[in-house]
Nanobody
């Protein structure tokens, strides 16, 4: 079985930046697409960004396009989410997930999930 562990969350002021990491262990996820999702209190879990297994395909939600950047280092079995120009509405628990069928906005297409990391952006 594989495991994903997110890190890098925290409290930051609006306009600031954070870099989230998603480290895989127990198996290699180099052939999996990785997605970042977030869930704010009382809201559905939503797609934020995704990257194909080779790293060439990158996809972003409209709400984060131009501010967030996803990347991966398959040698380190790690995916990153660089978040710049953070806004209070970015406050949520951020999750990474791995799926064998490519990047999807649907949570059901991902087989492995991390436990989440809290990101709080103060105004």
């Amino acid at each position: 079985q594989g495991q994903l562990v997110e890190s890098g969350g925290g409290l930051v002021q609006a306009g600031g930046a954070l870099r989230l990491s998603c480290a895989a262990s127990g198996r290699t996820f180099s052939s999996y697409a990785i997605g970042w999702f977030r869930q704010a209190p009382g809201k559905e879990r939503e797609f934020v960004a995704g990257i194909t297994w080779g790293g060439r395909g990158k996809y972003y939600a409209d709400s984060v396009k131009g501010r967030f950047a996803i990347s991966r280092d398959n040698a380190k079995n790690t995916v990153y989410l660089q978040m710049n120009s953070l806004k209070p509405e970015d406050t949520a628990v951020y999750y990474c997930a791995a799926g064998p069928r490519g990047v999807s906005l649907a949570t059901s297409e991902y087989d492995f999930w991390g436990q989440g990391t809290q990101v709080t952006v103060s105004s």
